[in-house]
């Protein structure tokens, strides 16, 4: 069953058209990824799904219902969540504070207290660092923090968008762990990537992206070993 489903989705900055009618689904349970280049419109069609910017055409239906123009903040109480390229922490905040942000919808002070310990011991180095300003972490905390506020508003469908950027090649496959952990615990996971070998390998189904198009789809494994997806994105 599909959880998300998008339809000839068209999104324009001014005369530019940067989606030309993609149509794509995420069923649930599965890890989803979205490939392609810099302005191959990946961050736009995420951010018209959630509602951040507008759509000039198509229709989106997340779990039954149509949020094709629900606003952001209603589709985040649906269960759909975003974390953001470039992360877009709360700079100011502490990494507390950053966590209970991301559970503004949860008023149940005993469910919260047991979601902070989730999130504590998915990411221990957050615990350690709960008092500390946010804007002090590092590149990789700052990335498990802005995962960890997501997660703590109890997304039925997370979406990630360049999770990896910037960081170590550790912590690169640290971050992936992660997102298989966090699949795993039963969310869905749609996945904005850069690095496609990584994302492609974790994933069970892919869609490449090319100047607002969808040129290629398959599973994981059948786009990891086409020779399109391999000259253009895995380096031969």
């Not at 966590?99 to 615990?127: C, H, Q, V, W």
């Amino acid at each position: 069953m599909a959880l998300l489903e998008v339809n000839q989705l068209e999104v324009y900055y001014g005369v530019i058209c940067a989606l030309k009618g993609i149509s794509f689904e995420v069923g649930e349970g599965e890890i989803v990824t979205l490939i392609g280049a810099n302005g191959a419109g990946k961050t736009t069609t995420m951010q018209s799904v959630v509602g951040l910017i507008p759509k000039r055409g198509g229709t989106v239906t997340f779990d039954g219902h149509d949020v094709t123009k629900t606003p952001c903040h209603k589709i985040v109480q649906l269960g759909m969540t975003q974390v953001p390229e470039g992360r877009r922490i709360f700079q100011e905040l502490t990494v507390y504070e950053n966590l209970m942000m991301g559970a503004y919808t949860n008023k149940d002070k005993a469910s919260f207290k047991r979601d902070l310990e989730a999130i504590y011991t998915r990411f221990p180095r957050l615990a350690e660092r709960k008092g500390q300003i946010a804007g002090t972490l590092s590149g990789g905390e700052q990335q498990m923090l802005a995962m960890g506020r997501a997660i703590m508003s109890h997304p039925k469908l997370l979406m990630l968008d360049e999770p990896s950027m910037g960081l170590s090649p550790l912590l690169v496959d640290q971050v992936f762990e992660i997102i298989k952990d966090i699949n795993r615990d039963g969310t869905t996971v749609l996945l904005v990537e850069q690095n496609a070998g990584k994302s492609l390998a974790i994933s069970d189904r892919a869609y490449v992206l090319e100047n607002g198009n969808i040129v290629l789809s398959g599973t994981g494994k059948e786009l990891a070993a086409s020779e399109m997806v391999r000259k253009a994105y895995l380096g031969g």
